[in-house]
T-cell receptor, first 116, second 113 residues
């Protein structure tokens, strides 16, 4: 199993540009999560999907952020327009749901976004 | 509500020292509890987990026991190594958390030779 795959690993862009982050979850996982990690705020949940449907997007900071999951094997997080304060590491994670036991999250290696 | 509180870092220890990182939680129902580890430049990896009261999770010499009476899940290791230097996150999840995961703020550990 290749694990959760994120691309790109690093993204440097100028303020005002559109940024698209990509994620391929582990095959068979029903849940997909997008997190943002910064020194100041730690790990923040942005949005999560169950069976490709967004369940909770209350963590999405502004309308500039949007996320989609067109199928079970692909999700995108888009920022348009980007701002310097969006600079962070963005993680995608997936998880199956096995019975009553909460299965752990499997994280990708993240995308480090720098907006100048 | 649901939340996780971890001890503040950073923590610096000498090799072979004993490690404790405290974690307490607030949750509705009976959540599962987790410890994740993050090495530099990488994503979080599951270190260990416990799904019910009095369960002990263990992996790579690390242990944590699910204590319902004290709502705690402290991480311990008897003898740390330089390779254990990382950031450690305590987390909870369960059916009554809406299947969300709640993470602590992370504790940075540096082990010096």
């Amino acid at each position: 199993d290749a694990g959760v795959i994120q691309s790109p690993r690093h993204e440097v862009t100028e303020m005002g540009q559109e940024v698209t982050l990509r994620c391929k979850p582990i095959s068979g996982h029903d849940y997909l999560f997008w997190y943002r990690q910064t020194m100041m705020r730690g790990l923040e949940l942005l949005i999560y999907f169950n069976n490709n449907v967004p369940i909770d997007d209350s963590g999405m900071p502004e309308d500039r952020f949007s996320a989609k999951m067109p199928n079970a094997s692909f999700s995108t997080l888009k920022i348009q327009p980007s701002e310097p304060r969006d600079s962070a590491v963005y993680f995608c994670a997936s998880s199956p749901l096995r019975g009553r036991e909460r299965s752990p999250l499997h994280f990708g290696n993240g995308t480090r976004l720098t907006v100048t | 509500g649901n939340s996780v509180t971890q001890m503040e870092g950073p923590v610096t220890l000498s090799e072979e020292a004993f490690l404790t990182i405290n974690c307490t939680y607030t949750a509705t129902g009976y959540p599962s509890l987790f410890w994740y580890v993050q090495y530099p430049g990488e994503g979080l990896q599951l270190l260990l987990k416990a799904t019910k009261a009095d369960d002990k999770g263990s992996n790579k010499g690390f242990e944590a026991t699910y204590r319902k009476e004290t709502t705690s899940f402290h991480l311990e290791k008897g003898s740390v190594q330089v390779s254990d230097s990382a950031v450690y996150f305590c987390a909870l999840s369960g059916a009554r958390t809406g299947n969300q995961f709640y993470f602590g703020t992370g504790t940075s550990l540096t082990v010096i030779p």
